[in-house]
């Protein structure tokens, strides 16, 4: 079952713009992970954000997380072409212990024209 | 430093056939979970491997069975083929322990026939 849900699930926008993405989620988390994916490719690791923490930067990603609306955003500035992908966000178990049961959100299909 | 492998890019089956997808870690990594990704779909967790045992399993029945060698890789089995099968199989690893990023293959596209 899908436990984050994007917000858009599109979004189209022109290079050098800022693109903001949305997830929510059902159930307390043990941290969030925002991963991309080009078409046809695996999934690249973008970021992780524990619970306790509320925002997170590196690079051009900005992070948020508001663990009391259960929610967290993804903001990619000064966009490139290269961006152009789907986003996922999924959330880690509660109480720590393994990572593997990462549930993942259906994804925000991200184009960057330039 | 190779990342995580996956063979084979693509495989395509007929219903009731069998299949094996193979997994290598990232080196140093020594957990591998796997995921199925239907089209236009995130992600669902299957299982995961850890010293060689099945630690955790998702929604998935008994016709999905997996492997890890002492050299951490994976196998990932899947039996009696069905057509709601066809899907992206994607493996990743990670260190065992919390908040640890998982790193993904480019998966195993299978088509059923």
């Known amino acids: 079952s899908q436990q984050g849900e994007e917000d858009p699930q599109a979004l189209s926008i022109q290079e050098g713009e800022n693109a903001t993405m949305n997830c929510s989620y059902k159930?307390?988390?043990?941290?969030l992970q925002w991963y991309r994916q080009n078409s046809g490719r695996g999934l690249v690791h973008l970021i992780l954000?524990?619970?306790?923490?509320r925002e997170k930067h590196s690079g051009r990603l900005r992070v948020t997380l508001d663990t009391s609306k259960k929610s967290s955003s993804l903001l990619i500035t000064a966009s490139r072409a290269a961006d152009t992908a789907s986003y996922f966000c999924?959330?880690?178990?509660?109480?720590?212990?393994?990572?593997?049961?990462?549930?993942f959100g259906k994804g925000t299909k991200l184009s960057v024209k330039p | 430093d190779a990342g995580v492998t996956q063979s084979p890019t693509h495989l395509i089956k007929t219903r009731g056939q069998q299949v094996t997808l193979r997994c290598s870690p990232k080196s140093g990594h020594d957990t591998v979970s796997w995921y199925q990704q239907a089209l236009g779909q995130g992600p669902q967790f299957i299982f995961q491997?850890?010293?060689?045992?099945?630690?955790q399993r998702g929604n998935f029945p008994d016709r999905f069975s997996g492997h890890q060698f002492p050299n951490y890789s994976s196998e990932l089995n899947v039996n009696a083929l069905l057509l709601g099968d066809s899907a992206l199989y994607l493996c990743?690893?990670?260190?065992?322990?919390?908040?640890?990023?998982?790193?993904f293959g480019d998966g195993t596209r299978l088509s059923i026939l």
């Open positions: 159930t307390s988390i043990n941290n």
């Open positions: 999924a959330t880690g178990p509660p109480g720590g212990g393994s990572q593997g049961n990462l549930i």
């Open positions: 491997y850890y010293e060689e045992e099945e630690r």
């Open positions: 990743a690893s990670s260190f065992t322990g919390t908040n640890q990023p998982q790193h």
């Open positions: 954000i524990r619970s306790n923490e």
